[in-house]
């Protein structure tokens, strides 16, 4: 009886204390060269070091991987023991299997990386990760780097650098080419950019080019109506314009014969005349009409001439009136 009482004590020892070890956790601590970083112990991932992370696990051996998109993993199988366990993963160099203990953290070598643009200000994106904007100055470890350099109305400049030292990317972004639709012409009218001929509108009154966003001076010239000229700020969404020509005026003159004067007359004898343009009262003997037929009459007194004129668009006309007579 007594035998089987110190059995079942030793056992009861026994089993106690594995369960106080099965439930001993300890911290393993991953030091990444740069984050974020997925950290995965026996093929699962466990959590992302940015760039470090701490977890609680059992003491024993694993197989660590330290891995970020763009640079090489770091693997590594190591041994946690009941202390505990910090691990210096420097990503982008060569892999390790041999067991790590715990062991003096490994030295980093960090080279600068200046990033500089002809857009201040641009974006920067290294390795899929926005770091900051231009000019932008940093320092990463040895190994290859995408660099994309990114603005608004410009296209993205991309650039694959190797870092073993100092390093510098010189990105010029080149502007993204919008629309400038216009409407509303005259089939034939010149389209004028900045002072240079880019094309004729069509015959349905249309014109659509490709340009840089900016400034511009748009410029239209059609025969027959007066050159149109206005600024234009052209986004990063294109620009559409209906601009509206008008027509050029004929201009014209009214001359007074001296032999239809009266010599005794002698103050101005537009005075006691009247000038009629379509049946519309008008001032002087001079002025503009629209391209077209038009009729002038002249009144004076109990007389009156009156005759219709084709009028053609930037010409001018004098019209000399004369009064004749016929013997029956």
Sequence with gaps: MKKSKVLLAISLIFLTATAVFAQSRVNL???????????????KLVGVA??????????????????????QEFKQTIVVGTGGLTVNAPLGSAASTAPQTLAPPATTTNFPLNITSNISGADVIINNISVGKTPYNGSVPAGSYNVIVRAAGYNDYSQTVSVAGPSTVSANLSPLMVPLSLGNLIPGAQIIINGKLIGTAASS?????QLAPGSYTLTIRAAGFMEFSVPLSVGSGGYSYNPVLQPLTAK???????AMLNPSFGSNPWSQIQVYVD???????????????????????????????????????IIEPFVGSNIR
């Design 205 to 209: 009154g249309s014109f659509v080019t």
């Design 279 to 317: 049946d519309r009262l008008v001032s002087g003997n001079m002025g503009e009409v629209s391209p077209g037929r038009h009729s002038i009459r002249i009144v004076s007194g109990a007389f009156q001439i009156t005759n219709s004129y084709n009028f053609e668009a930037g010409k001018t006309y």
């Design 50 to 71: 940015n760039p470090r992370l701490t977890v609680s696990i059992a003491p024993g051996s694993y197989t660590l991987i330290v891995r970020k998109s763009g640079l």
């Design 29 to 43: 601590t991953i030091a990444a060269s740069e984050g974020p970083a997925q950290v995965m112990l026996d093929g």
């Design 252 to 258: 014209y003159s009214i001359n007074l014969p001296q």
